[in-house]
């Protein structure tokens, strides 16, 4: 929880500086009345028996302005724990990242907005929570309901046969967008072929051959070009995740993560393949999140906590990493961690079948966390071998060389 330490009570500090300036209001209080001024300097004490007073008196504000402040916190955290665990937790995480002054005063009014309504913990006003809609056409009436020309694209209609322009459509009829090439047919008896790219049900194939032979007037094909991308179907893409290192490089400025990153992991991967062939590396880092290892980083020095573990958790896929600076600033730094493993993965079109996730427990922790946002990004097949390496340090260097080598020839 946020909190900013009130200093402790100190002696006061005599300096030239306030002692001119308690003559100087002396003298400003006789001048302001000058026919009283010998009545008024009768009444005024000198400069040493104020800076006395002023030693007495600061210590003892100082320590009543700290015992107010301890009162509102304890009165704060009692009003915290009359919620719910489950709500606890939200107020947790939003008073985490809020604009708030960390003292009592800011956590007090902040828990008095939850408690009448007008901050919702789960939906925090600074945070920017844009509704996902995808622009889909369930139950489309004709085939320009459903889907709209982008241009054109030049295919071969048959293997070896002359690229002929083929009008290149988009489209969702609600389980994923669609790319459809119309293929014309070297006569005009012949049926049009349909190629469809993306997720697509049967009755979704059957539904746009409908439309399509409204639209065209005549018979129309149409054909799934996808290959499937699973273990089953013997695709094979390889993701490996590592920890980041308190062993790093130095060297000042930005380098790539693979290059200043020196802990033994990162030498046994080198080692393995040092041509980075046998699989694509992400990297799990304290600071920075969920990055490729050719992520340009500085040189820093941060560790995994559990509280930092479960911060990074609850942020899900749409928390950048790192965090600004000051909770003042806009939430433009770092990245996502779904950008950063989409672009491993091709931005979906090369999906990963096996993956291994190295590290101790808090990192696997939350690489498992993040499994099903990848997934649901299609950066990660549904049917992909997820391999977990936890163990002795050397004992995990000799699983990750095994992992590694199970690639070659793959």
């Given at each position: 929880?946020?909190?900013?330490?009130?200093?402790?009570?100190?002696?006061?500090?005599?300096?030239?500086?306030?002692?001119?300036?308690?003559?100087?209001?002396?003298?400003?209080?006789?001048?302001?009345?000058?026919?009283?001024?010998?009545?008024?300097a009768?009444?005024?004490?000198?400069?040493?028996?104020?800076?006395?007073?002023?030693?007495?008196?600061?210590?003892?504000?100082?320590?009543?302005?700290?015992?107010?402040?301890?009162?509102?916190?304890?009165?704060?955290?009692?009003?915290?724990?009359?919620?719910?665990?489950?709500r606890?937790?939200?107020?947790?995480?939003?008073?985490?990242?809020?604009?708030?002054?960390?003292?009592?005063?800011?956590?007090?009014?902040?828990?008095?907005?939850?408690?009448?309504?007008?901050?919702?913990?789960?939906?925090?006003?600074?945070?920017?929570?844009?509704?996902?809609r995808?622009?889909?056409?369930?139950?489309?009436?004709c085939?320009?309901?459903?889907?709209?020309r982008?241009?054109?694209?030049?295919?071969?209609?048959?293997?070896?046969?002359?690229?002929?322009?083929?009008p290149?459509?988009?489209?969702?009829?609600?389980?994923?967008?669609?790319?459809?090439?119309?293929?014309?047919?070297?006569?005009?008896?012949?049926?049009?072929?349909?190629?469809?790219?993306?997720?697509?049900?049967?009755?979704?194939?059957?539904?746009?051959?409908?439309?399509?032979?409204?639209?065209?007037k005549?018979?129309?094909?149409?054909?799934?070009?996808?290959?499937?991308?699973?273990?089953?179907?013997?695709?094979?893409?390889?993701l490996?995740?590592?920890?980041?290192?308190?062993?790093?490089?130095?060297?000042?400025?930005?380098?790539?993560?693979?290059?200043?990153?020196?802990?033994?992991?990162?030498?046994?991967?080198?080692?393995?393949?040092?041509?980075?062939?046998?699989?694509?590396?992400?990297?799990?880092?304290a600071?920075?999140?969920?990055?490729?290892?050719?992520?340009?980083?500085?040189?820093?020095?941060?560790?995994?906590?559990?509280?930092?573990?479960?911060?990074?958790?609850?942020?899900?896929?749409?928390?950048?990493?790192p965090?600004?600076?000051?909770?003042?600033?806009?939430?433009?730094?770092?990245?996502?961690?779904?950008?950063?493993?989409?672009?491993?993965?091709?931005?979906g079109?090369?999906?990963?079948?096996?993956?291994?996730?190295?590290?101790?427990?808090?990192?696997?922790?939350?690489?498992?966390?993040?499994?099903?946002?990848?997934?649901?990004?299609?950066?990660?097949?549904?049917?992909?071998?997820?391999?977990?390496?936890?163990?002795?340090?050397?004992?995990?260097?000799?699983?990750?060389?095994?992992?590694?080598?199970?690639?070659?020839?793959?």
């Amino acid at each position: 929880m946020r909190f900013a330490k009130w200093p402790r009570p100190a002696a006061y500090v005599e300096t030239s500086r306030k002692r001119a300036a308690f003559v100087t209001r002396q003298r400003r209080e006789r001048e302001a009345l000058p026919l009283f001024a010998d009545m008024i300097a009768a009444g005024q004490h000198s400069v040493e028996e104020e800076m006395a007073r002023r030693a007495r008196w600061w210590p003892e504000r100082q320590q009543r302005l700290r015992d107010e402040r301890a009162a509102v916190w304890r009165r704060a955290r009692t009003d915290l724990f009359a919620f719910a665990e489950p709500r606890r937790r939200a107020i947790r995480r939003a008073w985490r990242d809020c604009p708030y002054p960390a003292d009592p005063y800011g956590f007090a009014d902040f828990l008095h907005q939850i408690r009448v309504g007008r901050l919702d913990p789960d939906r925090p006003p600074w945070r920017f929570h844009a509704p996902v809609r995808p622009r889909t056409t369930p139950d489309p009436r004709c085939f320009s309901d459903a889907f709209k020309r982008v241009g054109q694209r030049m295919i071969e209609p048959e293997p070896g046969m002359p690229a002929v322009e083929a009008p290149h459509y988009v489209g969702n009829l609600g389980n994923g967008i669609l790319f459809l090439d119309a293929v014309p047919s070297a006569a005009p008896i012949d049926p049009v072929t349909i190629r469809v790219r993306g997720v697509c049900t049967d009755a979704d194939i059957a539904l746009i051959g409908r439309l399509a032979t409204e639209a065209e007037k005549r018979v129309v094909k149409v054909v799934r070009v996808d290959v499937p991308q699973t273990r089953a179907a013997g695709f094979s893409h390889r993701l490996l995740i590592l920890p980041c290192s308190a062993t790093k490089r130095h060297d000042p400025g930005w380098m790539p993560a693979w290059e200043r990153y020196d802990g033994p992991l990162w030498q046994t991967w080198r080692a393995v393949d040092p041509e980075r062939r046998l699989a694509r590396v992400g990297v799990l880092s304290a600071r920075y999140g969920f990055r490729t290892a050719d992520s340009p980083i500085e040189d820093y020095d941060a560790r995994l906590t559990p509280d930092l573990a479960e911060r990074m958790i609850a942020g899900g896929m749409t928390t950048r990493w790192p965090r600004p600076p000051s909770p003042n600033k806009p939430d433009n730094y770092g990245s996502h961690p779904g950008c950063e493993i989409a672009s491993l993965a091709y931005h979906g079109t090369r999906p990963f079948t096996d993956i291994a996730l190295v590290g101790g427990g808090l990192y696997l922790k939350v690489m498992r966390a993040f499994l099903d946002g990848f997934r649901e990004m299609r950066c990660i097949t549904p049917d992909a071998e997820i391999t977990e390496i936890n163990a002795g340090i050397g004992v995990m260097r000799q699983r990750l060389r095994a992992w590694l080598e199970q690639g070659r020839g793959r």
